[in-house]
């Protein structure tokens, strides 16, 4: 069974502390994202990549920073967290490319977040 | 600005009845449509729509995509209590870079 594994379930944080949240694919997928979810304002994307050591801005990318030295592994650094990063997490990966059905994305179970 | 709009965004029921939710969307360079339902895990793909008029359908779920009026609806049928989730629309296009853009979600509960 494919699967996009995200490390932490639920994480509670300080205000100033170093986050990181770590997210691992192993169907050979091109393509990984990083969303929060949040009541009211759906998924917001934060960053993407297309390629190792690829990483591209998503729509919200401010406090946050990603890392992608493996195909397989994405990670999402929150250099200094604040209250306003509390939030759900979801990494995904997709094959990426033209064809119908490569950006369909397969999504992790998330990372709850809160920020003290 | 791309956006991608769910209603209604949050809706309570009984078990039988059908539900149809709705997504609209205004986005550059339109390449498709999807549908996600998400329980207290990870979203799981229901369908995705890229023609116009056609329908997809799983069971008792079923997706048409309307791209003259931008808007497609999920329809469920004969509803379960296992069908309450969190249904997600997202559009997927290109500018720039290929995206995907999500709406806010409409939460559905089934009451026994």
């Known amino acids: 069974d494919v699967k996009v594994t995200q490390s932490s379930r639920y994480l509670v944080k300080r205000t100033g502390e170093k986050v990181f949240l770590e997210c691992v694919q192993d169907m050979d997928h091109e393509n990984m994202f990083w969303y929060r979810q949040d009541p009211g304002l759906g998924l917001r994307l934060i960053y993407f990549?297309?390629?190792?050591?690829?990483?591209e801005k998503g729509d919200i990318p401010e406090g946050y920073s990603v890392s992608r030295e493996k195909k397989e592994r994405f990670s999402l650094i929150l250099e200094s967290a604040s209250t306003n990063q509390t939030s759900m997490y979801l990494c995904?990966?997709?094959?990426?490319?033209?064809?119908?059905?490569?950006?369909?994305?397969?999504f992790g179970a998330g990372s709850r977040l809160t920020v003290l | 600005e791309d956006k991608v709009v769910q209603s209604p965004l949050s809706l309570v029921v009984h078990e039988g009845d059908t539900v149809t939710l709705n997504c609209s969307y205004e986005?550059?360079?339109?390449?498709?449509l999807l549908w996600y339902k998400q329980e207290k895990k990870a979203p799981t793909f229901l369908f995705m729509l890229?023609?116009?008029?056609i329908e997809k359908k799983s069971g008792r779920l079923s997706s048409i995509l309307d791209k003259k009026e931008l808007f497609s609806i999920l329809n469920i049928t004969a509803t379960q209590t296992g069908d309450s989730a969190i249904y997600l629309c997202a559009v997927f296009h290109v500018q720039g870079a290929q995206k995907l853009v999500f709406g806010q979600g409409t939460r559905l509960t089934i009451n026994p």
């Open positions: 990549s297309y390629d190792v050591k690829m990483k």
């Open positions: 995904a990966s997709s094959f990426g490319g033209t064809y119908s059905g490569a950006n369909v994305l397969t």
């Open positions: 890229t023609s116009s008029g």
């Open positions: 986005v550059t360079n339109f390449r498709s």
